[in-house]
């Protein structure tokens, strides 16, 4: 009987065993403990993420980076992730947060999990002057132009199917930024849609001089700081961390710093809230 029931009580405490939930160390205990904080970042995406002269990781991304790891009490660490790397490095822990502009979406959000923006990327018209166009609207008739697979042709594909294809648009998509640009230099195309962050920097550089900016594209393009989906102690830190920035300036102090003296803009949709 009695080896029964230790049997029996073996296999009760082996069932328990398996069927209690199992609670993975939050990354936000493992970085405290081991005071370094490994962050994915785009370097290829200025202002965001760029090497400096030195060849040394800065941008908007990196120094948000540094700001959490401060707050921490950790080390950064700068983990190079190039975009289409960007949550397959989150979800196999080669890093431990992601901040790299990366835009919350529903099919994203069953992979990892979002705080609210931090970012926004607001898009810009960009032409040469000789073409005429000062805004949106114009671009319904002309030669467009942008990089396969990104946003702005989402929603130039959208104008598309709505009748700007009727009213005379041509569309042509390119491999990378950099010969886009060259196709509107060129006169290939007559406009693109730009980061109003990466066209201040392009402008900045000198490289294009006959670029111009013609208007707000109607193409909010929020950036949200990521972290593994099922790390919920995280993902609340995160969230209080974003809004710390903000609160305190420190947001419109490093924008500022990368993206030029302009407006702000909005990290909510209108009316709407994160």
Not at 48 to 54: E, M, S, V, W, Y
Not at 56 to 61: F, I, S, T
Not at 67 to 88: C, F, N, Q, Y
Request: charged share 20%; with cysteine; glycine share 8%.
């Amino acid at each position: 009987m009695k080896s029964l029931i230790k049997t029996f009580l073996a296999t009760s405490v082996l069932a328990l065993a398996f069927a209690a939930p199992s609670h993975a160390q939050s990354a936000l205990d493992k970085v405290v403990q081991s005071k370094k904080l490994r962050c994915g970042v785009m370097l290829d995406a200025p202002p965001a993420g760029f090497r400096d002269t030195n060849n040394e990781p800065d941008g908007y991304d990196v120094t948000y980076c540094k700001d959490m790891a401060k707050a921490l009490g950790a080390e950064p660490i700068i983990v190079e992730t190039p975009s289409p790397d960007r949550i397959p490095a989150l979800v196999s822990n080669r890093i431990d947060v992601l901040i790299s502009s990366t835009t919350p979406t529903p099919a994203r959000a069953l992979t990892v999990a979002f705080t609210q923006p931090y970012t926004n990327n607001i898009m810009t018209v960009i032409t040469r002057k000789e073409t005429g166009i000062t805004q949106y609207s114009d671009l319904k008739s002309r030669k467009l132009g942008g990089v396969v697979g990104t946003t702005p042709e989402q929603l130039f594909k959208e104008e598309f199917a709505k009748g700007w294809q009727k009213s005379g648009a041509t569309y042509t998509g390119y491999a990378s930024d950099a010969e886009s640009y060259l196709a509107l230099q060129q006169g290939k195309v007559d406009a693109l849609l730009m980061s109003a962050g990466v066209f201040h920097a392009l402008s900045q550089s000198g490289q294009f001089p006959e670029f111009i900016a013609a208007g707000i594209a109607p193409l909010p393009d929020f950036g949200s700081i990521a972290v593994r989906r099922d790390d919920q102690q995280f993902l609340n830190w995160a969230r209080m961390f974003v809004f710390h920035q903000v609160a305190t300036g420190r947001w419109a102090e490093i924008y500022k710093k990368y993206y030029g003296d302009g407006p702000l803009p909005p990290l909510t949709a209108e009316g709407i809230n994160f």
